[in-house]
């Protein structure tokens, strides 16, 4: 029954893309792609970190 009601709910996000402000179309740009700028970015630092460790 839950499965049933998630599809029909499911807001259809292309549809309300397009039909939207541009300043809610960059938003949308910038936190779609936010996470994994932040995850290459963590992980340049612990590898950078890790390299330059003094023993």
């Given at each position: 029954m839950i499965p049933?009601?998630?599809l029909i709910q499911q807001p259809?996000?292309?549809?309300?893309?397009?039909n939207?402000?541009?300043?809610?179309?960059i938003a949308f740009f910038i936190s779609s792609y936010l996470p994994?700028?932040?995850?290459?970015?963590?992980?340049?630092?612990?590898?950078?970190r890790a390299k330059n460790k003094k023993d």
């Open positions: 049933l009601l998630y259809d996000f292309q549809e309300k893309l397009n939207a402000p541009l300043d809610y179309q994994y700028i932040l995850l290459v970015v963590i992980g340049y630092f612990i590898y950078y």
